[in-house]
């Protein structure tokens, strides 16, 4: 699984020019999962996201994670980011999970943030979206389960 990670002050998903999901200060996550993904992976990312320690502190040192600061996360489903654009110019996204698994397991890593006490809201699985941010720093940080960064 690979997460796009942005710290934002809001972020919102309209999905034919209607709003459907809309958070305030937290993170937006763009989730990206691959044919190899487990629930090994999953574990790992939930823990590494509602973790993060990139909140600032009375001191204004990064100390605080999402869960510190009472943050949501929107998680936005996106196969992009398992496009290898190595060869040619049009990416191949071979590696991107088939849509059945990638649903289960992105529906499986909101529940997960969930159990860790974190409100979580959603795009729209499969549907062309308009993602918008204020990204806050901006703080956009990239995690791997298979840590090949």
Known sequence: MRAVIQRVKEARVKVSGEEISRIGRGFLVL?????????E??????RKIANLRVFEDEAGKLNRSIKDIGGE?????NFTLYGDCRKGNRPSFDKAAPPKEA???????????????????LGRFRAMMEVELVNDGPVTLLLDSRKIF
């Open 31 to 39: 989730l990206g999962v691959s044919r190899e993904d487990a629930s």
């Open 41 to 46: 992976d999953l574990a790992y990312l939930a």
């Open 73 to 77: 996360i929107l998680l936005v489903s």
């Open 103 to 121: 649903e289960k397991l992105y529906l499986a890593l909101a529940s997960r943030l969930e159990e860790e006490g974190i409100p979580v809201k």
